[in-house]
């Protein structure tokens, strides 16, 4: 099993930009598909992005294409979500998540097939 905290949120003015890490432990993290997702109060869980195993492949909800870019460091076992031109609408509390193995672009973003989340880290975006 493998254990994820996030870290890197804060306050930030709208047009700047926050990176987010989600550091994991455990072991085989680097066969793990992880995404990102974020929640606001009243509001189901919103698909953010993901990034399969390697790396090589990343998706983005349309709402941050452009903006936002996941990256993943698997000697350091950490997945990042660098955010720029932020909005106060991706004001949110920002939570990554991990499945292992591969996960089909197409249901990528079902926040079902993740087993494994951290505790979230809250980003507020000032306008």
């Known amino acids: 099993q493998v254990q994820l905290v996030e870290s890197g949120g804060g306050l930030v003015q709208a047009g700047g930009s926050l990176r987010l890490s989600c550091a994991a432990s455990g072991r085989s993290f680097s066969t793990h598909t992880v995404a990102w997702f974020r929640q606001v109060p009243g509001k189901d869980r919103e698909y953010v992005g993901a990034i399969n195993w390697g790396g090589s492949n990343t998706y983005y909800a349309d709402s941050v294409k452009g903006r936002f870019t996941i990256s993943r460091d698997n000697a350091k076992m950490t997945v990042y979500l660098q955010m720029n031109s932020l909005k106060p609408e991706d004001t949110a509390i920002y939570y990554c998540?991990?499945?292992?193995?591969?996960?089909?672009?197409?249901?990528?973003?079902?926040?079902?097939?993740?087993?494994?989340w951290g505790q979230g880290t809250q980003v507020t975006v000032s306008s």
């Open positions: 998540a991990a499945s292992r193995g591969v996960i089909s672009p197409r249901v990528v973003s079902d926040r079902r097939l993740y087993n494994m």
